[in-house]
């Protein structure tokens, strides 16, 4: 198969949970498919990671988004309804990109990680490949413990606008073919709002 990994950061080195996710699963399924992954770099220093994944035999694509245009537009995201973690991932050049790669290739599988890089979906929504979102948590859950025990007031009001944006964000998931989530409880909470009738357990390995 030829699978399309679109993620918001290089997953390496696999250090942090979304990166050692990625990376791992990338890493196994590059030994029996073809498997590209597109994502972001903020600066030259990240690109040497690059050349570590290739070595696993991983096909790697990045675009170039420096923090400075990330931090302007979560400001733009002031005036929008779009959520701060989802604006900060925001790019024509990735758009681009992604318009590319899936003309060139004829891919099978298009895998989405995480909420944040969900935008880029009518990207590609002629396209025939299986459309995968991988939720991993469950984010407007999240938030909402977050803000509960959260003592900070400034904090606490953030936390709580973020949510508000999340939980009417979270339906594009709908658009989806699947979406994956790593816990029980995730779970129960995405289909108890009736989010998605094909959500699936993808569970964090190590």
């Not at 606008?161 to 073919?177: A, I, N, P, S, W």
Request: charged letters at 25%; hydrophobic letters at 40%.
């Amino acid at each position: 198969m030829k699978l399309l990994i679109i993620t918001p950061r290089i997953p390496y080195p696999p250090f942090r949970g979304d990166k050692l996710k990625i990376f791992n699963l990338a890493k196994v399924l590059a030994k029996t498919n073809s498997v590209t992954i597109l994502t972001f770099h903020e600066s030259r220093k990240n690109l040497a990671n690059i050349q570590s994944l290739e070595e696993f035999g991983i096909n790697v694509k990045s675009v170039w988004l420096p923090v400075v245009d990330s931090l302007w537009n979560m400001i733009k995201a002031v005036f929008s309804k779009l959520p701060f973690q989802v604006a900060y991932f925001s790019s024509k050049k990735m758009e681009d990109e992604i318009n590319a790669l899936v003309k060139k290739n004829d891919f099978d599988v298009i895998y989405f990680h995480l909420i944040r890089s969900a935008q880029y979906y009518d990207t590609v929504a002629k396209s025939s490949a299986l459309k995968v979102l991988d939720f991993t948590d469950a984010v407007s859950l999240y938030l909402s413990r977050f803000a509960e025990v959260t003592k900070n007031p400034f904090k606490k009001i953030a936390l709580r606008l973020e949510l508000r944006r999340v939980e009417k964000y979270e339906t594009v998931g709908q658009k989806f073919d699947t979406l994956f989530i790593c816990s029980e409880k995730d779970k129960e909470y995405l289909s108890d709002k009736n989010l998605h009738k094909n959500i699936q357990y993808l569970r964090n390995g190590f």
